[in-house]
């Protein structure tokens, strides 16, 4: 019980510095920036949301004994994505939860400070191109999630194979 709950403040924690950190960046860069940059930024956060997505479902459904003969060959990412399975819980909770919910919020609230710059540079009204950006936002985002959840699933090895690989170019040696 007591690393149950010393993961609930991990997470508490992680979340609340990764909030401070994208939504920051984001505000700073959203404020020097035309629509069609905030446009792109947009974008951006919605991807980052959409690749951890298929992350996290991807260490869960990912099969430990396909990447153990990768380990056994000395792949490089294979011990990196060994471990992400081990720790298939709490790796799919910080993807899908904390990274995933946090770009969702980060994309919603950008979109309403691009949602205020058009209809202030088109002269639109506020509340119908506020329903039409949250719209656009809204499907792209579970759109493609629901899209990649299912390329999470069908090519799960190679994507926790992928991620191992990455994390290992970061890793101490």
Same mark, same amino acid.
């Given at each position: 019980?007591?690393?149950?709950?010393?993961?609930?403040?991990?997470?508490?924690?992680?979340?609340?510095?990764?909030?401070?950190?994208?939504?920051?960046?984001?505000?700073?860069?959203?404020?020097?920036?035309?629509?069609?940059?905030?446009?792109?930024?947009?974008?951006?956060?919605?991807? *980052?949301?959409? @690749?951890?997505?298929?992350?996290?479902? =991807? %260490? #869960? &459904?990912?099969?430990? /004994? $396909?990447?153990?003969?990768?380990?056994?060959?000395?792949?490089?990412?294979?011990?990196?994505?060994?471990?992400?399975?081990?720790?298939?819980?709490?790796?799919?909770?910080?993807?899908?939860?904390?990274?995933?919910? *946090?770009?969702? @919020?980060?994309?919603?609230?950008?979109? =309403? %400070? #691009? &949602?205020?710059?058009? /209809? $202030?540079?088109?002269?639109?009204?506020?509340?119908?191109?506020?329903?039409?950006?949250?719209?656009?936002?809204?499907?792209?985002?579970?759109?493609?999630?629901?899209?990649?959840?299912?390329?999470?699933?069908?090519?799960?090895?190679? @994507?926790?194979?992928?991620?191992?690989?990455?994390?290992?170019?970061?890793?101490?040696?």
């Amino acid at each position: 019980m007591k690393s149950n709950v010393n993961w609930i403040y991990k997470v508490f924690l992680l979340s609340f510095i990764l909030s401070i950190l994208f939504s920051g960046i984001s505000t700073v860069i959203s404020n020097s920036f035309n629509e069609i940059i905030l446009t792109i930024i947009i974008l951006i956060v919605i991807s *980052i949301g959409i @690749i951890f997505d298929m992350i996290g479902v =991807a %260490v #869960l &459904t990912s099969k430990e /004994a $396909n990447l153990h003969a990768k380990a056994t060959k000395k792949l490089k990412g294979a011990k990196e994505a060994i471990s992400l399975l081990k720790n298939s819980t709490k790796v799919s909770s910080v993807c899908n939860d904390v990274i995933g919910d *946090i770009c969702g @919020i980060v994309s919603g609230s950008l979109g =309403a %400070v #691009l &949602t205020i710059s058009i /209809a $202030n540079y088109f002269n639109f009204n506020l509340t119908i191109t506020t329903i039409l950006v949250t719209a656009v936002i809204s499907a792209l985002t579970v759109g493609f999630k629901a899209v990649f959840k299912g390329v999470a699933t069908k090519n799960s090895d190679s @994507i926790v194979f992928m991620t191992g690989k990455v994390i290992s170019i970061f890793k101490k040696k």
